[in-house]
């Protein structure tokens, strides 16, 4: 298994570019999800999908749209990139929360992002 | 939305010593969980705490749930220079949504 895969590793745009950050997981996990990491700020969660044609907004959701038409992928857009977008960006799998009781989140190694 | 608070945020000590992070919120969550980022990578987890007041070791680290479900504690034994890292809590919404702590940044001293 390859787990959770993102492309690409690093990235640099200039400001209102648009692009795609890819995600992929193999292990047919319903839930998946996208974090953004900034210095000091832990993970915000940006938008999250419980299941294939499902996505719902996190903390932090503007400037980013996301779609789910596959178990498998969960690509992240940025519609036009702002130097407030740089940071480090995750994804995450799981399995469904059961009972309320979290599921291991599994992560990507992170796509580093530049907006200048 | 429901904050978890961690603290402190950064921690430096000699190898050896013993040491507390915790984790606090004025909300119940049903579970949380404790996960170690180190430089470059995701985080990993290291335990999911479900029950108020209950107890997991892991090796040198025993991780707390609070008996009213709103705080976490991770104690760590002997810390040793592997156990560097940013360590983070998560709790889970009603809505789906998993939201994380800031962080507490470990570093340890050889």
């Known amino acids: 298994n390859a787990g959770v895969t993102q492309t690409p590793k690093f990235q640099v745009l200039k400001t209102g570019q648009s692009m795609t950050l890819q995600c992929a997981q193999d292990?047919?996990?319903?839930?998946m999800s996208w974090y953004r990491q900034d210095p000091g700020m832990g993970l915000r969660l940006i938008h999250y999908s419980v299941g294939a044609g499902i996505t719902d907004q996190g903390e932090v959701p503007n400037g980013y749209n996301v779609s789910r038409s596959t178990t498998e992928d969960f690509p992240l857009r940025l519609l036009s990139a702002a130097p407030s977008q740089t940071s480090v960006y995750f994804c995450a799998s799981s399995f469904r929360h059961s009972g309320l009781i979290l599921g291991e989140q599994f992560f990507g190694p992170g796509t580093r992002l530049t907006v200048l | 939305t429901q904050l978890l608070e961690q603290s402190p945020q950064f921690l430096s000590i000699q190898e050896g010593e013993n040491l507390t992070v915790y984790c606090n919120s004025s909300s119940v969550f049903s579970s949380l969980q404790w996960y170690r980022q180190e430089p470059g990578e995701g985080p990993v987890l290291l335990v999911t705490v479900v029950t108020g007041g209950e107890v997991k070791k892991l090796k040198r680290l025993t991780f707390q749930f609070g008996d009213a479900r709103k705080d976490s504690s991770l104690h760590i034994t002997a810390a040793q220079p592997g156990d560097t890292g940013l360590y983070l809590c998560?709790?889970?919404?009603?809505?789906?949504?998993?939201?994380f702590g800031k962080g507490t940044r470990l570093h340890i001293l050889p």
């Open positions: 292990m047919n996990h319903e839930y």
């Open positions: 998560a709790g889970g919404e009603r809505d789906d949504k998993i939201i």
